[in-house]
Every structure is written in C-alpha cells, then in structure tokens.
C-alpha cells in the first residue's frame, strides 16, 4: 500500500520505489536507488547513485560516493556527501549542501541555499533565496538569485550576474 512507512536496511542491490506517499528511510551499502514519489525521505548510502523525484516533504541524504539526483522536492533538503556530482532542480527548498568533491548545479529553486564545497565546480541558477557558498576550488557560476555571499572562493573562476539583492564576498 503507497501509505506505508518504509525503513530499509540494504547491504547490497538496486532499490527502486514508486508512488509511495509516507516516510522513506533507507541504509544502504551499495547499489543505486530510485525514489519517484514519497513524504520526508532519509538516505544512509555508501555507494552508489540516488535518484529522487516528487517528495512531499523533506529530503536528507548522507552519501559517501555516487551522483545524487533530485527533481520535485517540496521540503528541505540537507545534503553531506563525500564524492560525486549533484544536481537539483524544480524544488522549494530551502536546501544546504555539504560536498567533499564532485561537481554541483542546483537550478530553480524556492528558498536558500548554502553550500559548502571542497573542490568541483558549483552552477547557481534561479534561487528564490539567499546563496552562502564557501568553496576550496573550482569554478562558481551564480545567477538569479535574491542575494549572495561568497565566503571563501578558493581557486577557480567566479562569475555572477542577476543578483537581486546583496553581494558579500569575503575572500
């Protein structure tokens, strides 16, 4: 039934999950995961890629390696994540990102942002929020955003353009 609550302790496989409506926990040692659908959603994973669209509610993911993927997410979402690329889109946010390294592109998004990067690239786009990025290296690209504050820029080219509001930068 899609209201049950599901908690999920996997050592090792593909999770797939579809049209659930309640809470989702999942502890993962390897293998991909894919939620379409779901309330307030907690990922413990090792390895692997993760792919979540259509959350009701919040989202945390604690991930050591592989991509992360969210589209639709209507709550919160808190990433820490080791390595791997991560890519949000078309949420409500507001969102924070903890990365050790892998490239990270967050595009339309409904409420703040902060990231805190060790090194990969970062593209911004239309964040109706205010953006705190601190970064070791690479490049940032930020735009459309109600106001940002870069606190350490580390190595790698910045470029911003449609800040509507204030811009902080302290290098």
Known sequence: PSNLKLDIDDDSGDIVIRAMQN????DDDSGSILIEG???????????????????????????????????GQGRIDIEDDSGDI???????PAR???????????????????????????????KGLVIITDGSGSIYV???L??????AGSGDLSIDNINGPVKLDK
């Open 23 to 26: 809470n989702i926990s999942i």
């Open 38 to 72: 779901g309330h307030n959603i907690n990922i413990d994973d090792d390895s692997g890629d993760i792919r979540i669209s259509n959350v009701s509610g919040n989202i945390s993911i604690d991930d050591d390696s592989g991509s992360i993927m969210i589209d639709q």
């Open 87 to 93: 890519r949000i889109e078309n949420s409500q946010g």
């Open 97 to 127: 990102i903890i990365d050790e390294s892998g490239s990270i592109s967050i595009k339309t998004l409904a409420g703040a942002l902060t990231i805190e990067d060790g090194s990969g690239d970062i593209d911004v786009r239309q964040i």
């Open 143 to 145: 735009d459309d955003t």
């Open 147 to 152: 106001g940002l504050t870069i606190i350490e």
